[in-house]
């Protein structure tokens, strides 16, 4: 076993604070990681709070990692001591199931679906159908740390043109929204839009304007309407009713990214018929759609879950051979539960990074004292 040090929250109501935990030294299937960066998604914050209802505490949040390889098990290829690698919201699967076999583990089928970075499987024993955990681990402890063991095949290659932290929400909100922008065809010519322009709009509307789409971004804040034209979108405010009507039955995709409940009624309302909006943000029940808006124009209403392992990689790759990289703001871990209130808030452009030097150097002043 190995000591690791991380931010963890015991309560739903407690603050996010220092924690030892111990990990298993790396299988030779696994490796062993120095974290270098973790970006903070929403999804953290849900987990902390227990918003889901699912949280397994104590609660060590983080699966948006790059990190250095320190150490490579004896099985391992795909890797070496050294390399810049990222992990994102999964670090295994049952690898058996149609999907997995199909390089689909974000959609697995097993009886404990896919073993998320923290908080253990998606499905606990508890929930599964025989009552087990194929994983035998019932939590799991993420980014948030000095260092995590992962296996082999769920370990990305950062490419070299990417700077480390620009990467690390790439392994989350990239992928995320990357994910439906290739599933539901997105192409040169298309005219997309993207509804919420916090860290995975922002990532949303970079993607689809790689991809050379048209893109019009959809806020409730009007001061970010400058920032989605900074980007080469147009910026629509929410409340503008006649910009609505202007834009019905207009766009070929819509991808609502907003992280709580919402109504996507308004937005199925300027699809043109046989198109899909896909909701990624929110994991809860949605208000109710009128099916007759859908009916009439054979329009789809879709979600879409994280990205496999492989489009994690195609998307790290897409941004940086394009030089696409989120807005970002480094902070040090010790500020993790004030840039926690800044999310709730939507105070944030567009994604908070922890700098875990900023962890190294608390950990060694407590061996010094």
């Known amino acids: 076993m190995i000591k690791v040090t991380g931010y963890a929250a015991k309560h739903s109501f407690s603050r996010l604070k220092p924690l030892e935990i111990e990990r298993d030294e790396a299988g030779p299937q696994e490796v062993e990681i120095e974290v270098l960066f973790c970006g903070i998604c929403h999804s953290d914050v849900h987990q902390v709070k227990n918003e889901w209802g699912n ?20 099985a391992v290829t795909r890797h070496l001591v050294g390399d810049l690698v990222g992990v994102g919201c999964m670090i295994d699967s049952c690898g058996t199931c149609g999907p997995c076999t199909n390089h689909e583990e974000n959609y697995c089928e ?36 000095n260092i995590v063991v992962v296996k082999e095949d769920f370990v990305l290659k950062i490419p070299p043109s990417l700077k480390p932290a620009d990467a690390a929400p790439i392994l989350c909100a990239g992928v995320t929204t990357y994910s439906p922008l290739k599933h539901f065809g997105v192409k040169a010519g298309d005219k ?7 860290g995975l709009g922002d990532m949303a509307a970079k993607l689809a304007i790689g991809l050379g789409a048209d893109v019009t971004i959809f806020t409730t804040t009007k001061e970010k309407i400058a920032d989605a034209e900074h980007l080469g979108a147009k ?21 609502s990214t907003v992280p709580e409940k919402h109504d996507i009624n308004p937005f199925i309302e300027l699809l043109k018929r046989d198109s899909t ?23 789809s209403v879709a979600g879409s879950l994280i990205g496999s392992i492989a489009e994690t990689q195609e998307v790290l790759d897409f941004c940086g051979a394009n030089g ?39 950990i060694d002043d407590q061996q010094e004292s």
Do not use: C
Request: charged share 20%.
């Open 235 to 255: 910026g629509i405010w929410e409340k503008d009713k006649e910009a609505f009507a202007a834009l019905k039955a207009s766009f070929d995709f819509i991808l």
């Open 55 to 74: 949280t397994v505490y104590p609660s060590m949040p983080g699966h948006e990692i790059v990190g250095r390889v320190t150490k490579a098990g004896s």
């Open 277 to 299: 909006i896909a909701v990624v943000g929110a994991l809860e029940p949605m208000a109710p759609v009128n099916n007759m808006e859908v009916a009439f124009h054979r329009k």
């Open 324 to 362: 696409i990289v989120p807005d970002i703001e480094i902070i040090p871990i010790q500020d993790v539960n004030h840039a926690y209130r800044k999310v709730e808030k939507g105070d944030v452009r567009f994604r908070y990074v922890i700098d875990m030097a900023s962890l190294k150097a608390e």
């Open 110 to 145: 097993g009886p404990n679906s896919w073993l998320a970075t923290y908080n253990g499987p998606m499905v606990p024993k508890a929930k599964a159908p025989d009552g087990t955990n194929i994983y035998g681990r019932d939590n799991t402890f993420g980014g948030y740390s």
């Open 192 to 198: 997309v839009g993207v509804v919420g322009f916090g």
